[in-house]
């Protein structure tokens, strides 16, 4: 009784079933597909991503000219 109890409770080894099973079936996935997967896979990680450009500063100066800034002083303070 011992021996029939650990016959079934015995461990079976599925591999070669499980292997024949995975070989027999014909489905392979589309070239593009794949590359899709694996792209998408690959820039998970924050070691995976490049390092993001720092945006350039433009030169600081002003929008207005000297003959700007005299109008308005003519214009606001009355002065020519």
């Not at 589309?30 to 792209?39: N, R, S």
């Not at 924050?46 to 800034?69: I, L, M, R, W, Y």
């Given at each position: 009784s011992d021996l029939e109890e650990y016959h079934k409770k015995k461990a079976v080894n599925h591999l070669r079933t499980n292997l024949q099973y995975m070989l027999k079936g014909q489905f392979v996935a589309?070239?593009?597909?794949?590359?899709?997967?694996?792209?998408q896979n690959r820039g998970r990680k924050?070691?995976?991503?490049?390092?993001?450009?720092?945006?350039?500063?433009?030169?600081?100066?002003?929008?207005?000219?000297?003959?700007?800034?005299r109008k308005f002083e003519r214009e606001y303070f009355g002065r020519p």
């Open positions: 589309d070239k593009a597909i794949t590359e899709q997967v694996l792209a924050s070691k995976d991503q490049p390092p993001k450009k720092a945006a350039k500063k433009k030169p600081e100066g002003t929008v207005f000219t000297e003959e700007d800034f």
